[in-house]
């Protein structure tokens, strides 16, 4: 069974860079076909998706928020991690990082393996 944690700080403050790490247990994130992403839900809004780090390293990320996101991973560790910079107080939301077990750039509802969340507030 994967299970998955997010960790990082709950609190940013504007136009730092926001650092984020998912902690990957019960399966390795070299495994063929899986899809490592970081999705994020703003309060009273849905989900959105930023990006993901695929099984082989290669990294694909939302067009709207490219510019400042970077997604790494530490497979001596099993773990990936989101750098999201220069944030605002609309980067503010509840992070999740998750798992589709795919052979294609899965879509959100290819996610079958979530971490619980953790909030982020950007504030000063």
């Known amino acids: 069974q994967v299970q998955l944690q997010e960790s990082g700080p709950g609190l940013v403050k504007p136009s730092q860079t926001l650092t984020l790490t998912c902690i990957v247990s019960?399966?390795?994130?070299?495994?063929?076909?899986?899809?490592w992403s970081w999705i994020r839900q703003p309060p009273g809004k849905g989900l959105e998706w930023i990006g993901y780090?695929?099984?082989?390293?290669?990294?694909d990320y939302n067009p709207s928020l490219e510019s400042r996101t970077s997604i790494s991973r530490d497979s001596s560790k099993n773990r990936f991690t989101l750098q999201l910079s220069s944030v605002t107080p609309a980067d503010t939301a509840e992070y999740y990082c998750?798992?589709?077990?795919?052979?294609?750039?899965?879509?959100?509802?290819?996610?079958?393996?979530w971490g619980p969340g953790t909030q982020v507030t950007v504030s000063s």
């Open positions: 998750a798992l589709a077990r795919v052979g294609r750039s899965p879509t959100i509802s290819d996610y079958d393996y």
């Open positions: 019960g399966g390795s994130i070299t495994t063929k076909d899986f899809y």
């Open positions: 780090i695929d099984y082989s390293g290669g990294t």
